[in-house]
Structure formats: C-alpha cells, structure tokens
C-alpha cells in the first residue's frame, strides 16, 4: 500500500512539474502547416497576443511580436531551435502594442519591419491610450521607443522567401490598419486581431460593419483553412464563424435596444444579458492564483473586461459617434493633383 501511495506521490509530483512548466511559458508554438508555425500567447502572461512565423527557403518571415521585448526574444530562440535561416521581414497585423512590443528584438536581428501604411503614422501615438489619460514617464518612452515599419504598402504586397510566396493584405474592420498575411502554397491564414478564437474582441478602435465583411470574404477565400488567431487557440472555420456571430449578434442586440429608445446604462442593461447567455455562461470560478481559465463554447475568453465595452462601442458606432484613427492623407494622390 504504501509502495502504491509512494509511486501514486511520484506520478502526481512528476505531473505538476509539467503542469508548472506549462504554466510558466508565455506562449505555446504549435506547427500549423509546412514550415508554418504559430505562438500561441498563454492568457495572463507576457506574450499579450499570438504571433507566428513562416520558413521559406531562404529565409523567414515573423508575424507580430507580442507585447514587449522578453517573450519577442524567447519567440526568437524558439525560431533558431527550428531553422538558422535569416529572419528577413516581420509584419505587424496591426498597431496595438500587444503585437507590436516586441518589434526591436527583430529589427536588430536584421528583420525589415513590414506593415500597411497606416501603422506607421498610429503606432507612437495611438497605443498611449491603452495607459489612459495620463501615461507615466516610462509608459510614454516604451511608446515613444516601437520600432516603426522600414516599409509600408496600400492594399497589397507579396514577399518571395525564395520559392514561397507571402501574400499580405489590407482588410478592414478591427483598426483600419490590419493586414492579413496568407501562404498560397498552404492553407494558413495569420488572420492578427480580426479573428479572436473564443475570446471577446477589443473593439476600441473597430468599425463592426467592415468586421463582419471582412470575416465573409475571409471564409469564402479560404473555407477548409487553419487560420492563426490574435487572441485565443488556432481557429478552425467553425470558430471563425462564431466569431462572425458574436459581431452580428452584439451589432443585432445593439440595434434592436437603440431602436426601443435605449441609451447608456438602461442599453448596457438590456443588451449584456443577452451576450451572457451565449458567451458569458456558466463560467468556471476564478483558480486561487487568479489565472484565468480556459474559454468554452459559452464563456469566451475576456467576457469580463470586454462585454459592456463592446456594448457601449458598438452602439457608439451605430450612432455615428464612434472615434477610429484617422488614415493617413494620401500624399502619392496629392502629389499629382488627383
Ligand atoms: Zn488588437
């Protein structure tokens, strides 16, 4: 008996010190195609988003670079234990400092850093809202400090690794500066925050009218793909979907409160529990270390932080008072008087 307490004690002990391990990572790589792999961020740890990568033949393309400089190197080993290629482009999917934070360690790896032009002009200046009114000192010099795009496109660019084919696209919806980078050779699309995999999105900069168009075009073009989420696991098609849902279903709920005359809180109220009961259902307790727990089909990841916001932005957006970035002017078109 106990001999069996004994080994029962080894088998358990050996088991957390996986679990631990598993914990303690911030992000998870998992292969999703022929030298295609994602970085899965672990929620509540340092990665803040998903990132990727892609291997050609010679050399690789990073897509996003998590939240800050620490995982963004950890990111970098992982790379190098699969390929010595040279890391010859990073896109950023978007501007928000979640994947963008961790651009230098890149740059000074000898990536050219690759974005749609409008990331350029916000990324300095937009991502000090996520510190509120007032960023202190330091806030303000890791702002002031991202590592900008060496180049910029418009609507579309193509990367040659070699033989493979990059192809990076602008789409609209979750900041009016996102790209949506494909390997035609595969089917994988790094989809960056326009796909949220069983996770509530940040609306803060959306426009849920272009979202939802966006995610049509995305699972008409690629039906049977694996698409690499900004938050959340790898998404199948069915999650894309779901996540469709979720936009039409908030933009229908909003609509339908704002036609019965409903604003502010009494609109907040007759919306959320109607969200709850699809996505904020039944959620596990909080684990005593206060780790958020793994999403399920009714209680999506970030239900909390993001429920009331998403409320309170879409009906902004559906009355016309919604504040987005502004594009850049159009200096080419100026220049030749059109
Ligand atoms: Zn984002």
Wanted: negative net charge; charged residues 20%; aromatic residues 8%.
């Amino acid at each position: 008996m106990r001999t069996r307490t004994a080994a029962l004690l080894l088998v358990l002990s050996s088991f957390c010190s996986i679990a631990v391990f598993a914990d303690s990572a911030d992000f998870t790589v998992k292969k999703v195609g022929d030298g295609i792999y994602a970085a899965i961020g672990t929620d509540g740890g340092k990665a803040g988003s998903n990132a990727g990568f892609i291997i050609g033949s010679n050399g690789v393309v990073v897509v996003d670079t998590f939240e800050d400089v620490a995982p963004a190197r950890d990111l970098l080993a992982e790379i190098r234990k699969i390929t010595n290629l040279p890391i010859r482009f990073v896109v950023n999917t978007h501007y928000h400092l979640d994947h963008t934070g961790g651009n230098a360690v890149f740059a000074q790896a000898g990536a050219t850093i690759l974005a749609q032009r409008n990331l350029r002009g916000w990324l300095r200046t937009e991502n000090l809202k996520f510190f509120g009114a007032n960023p202190k000192p330091e806030q303000k010099a890791t702002v002031e400090a991202l590592v900008l795009p060496d180049e910029t496109y418009s609507d579309a660019v193509d990367i040659y690794l070699g033989t493979r084919q990059i192809q990076v696209r602008y789409m609209l919806g979750h900041t009016g500066g996102d790209s949506v980078v494909t390997v035609p050779d595969t089917d994988v699309v790094f989809a960056g925050d326009l796909v949220w995999q069983k996770h509530l999105p940040n609306l803060i900069d959306a426009t849920t009218s272009d979202w939802v168009k966006t995610l049509d075009k995305l699972l008409a073009d690629h039906p049977a793909a694996t698409f690499v989420s900004g938050h959340g696991d790898v998404a199948t098609v069915a999650d894309v979907r779901d996540f469709h849902d979720y936009l039409v279903t908030l933009r229908d709920a909003v609509a339908k409160a704002r036609a019965a005359g409903k604003t502010d809180q009494a609109l907040v109220d007759d919306v959320l529990p109607q969200l709850q009961e699809k996505y904020g259902k039944d959620c596990p307790a909080a684990s005593p270390d206060k780790k958020p727990s793994a999403p399920t089909a009714t209680c999506w990841g970030f239900f909390g932080p993001f429920s009331k916001r998403n409320i309170m932005q879409t009906a902004a957006e559906l009355a016309g008072t919604k504040k987005v970035p502004a594009p850049l002017a159009d200096a080419d078109k100026s220049a030749f008087g059109k």
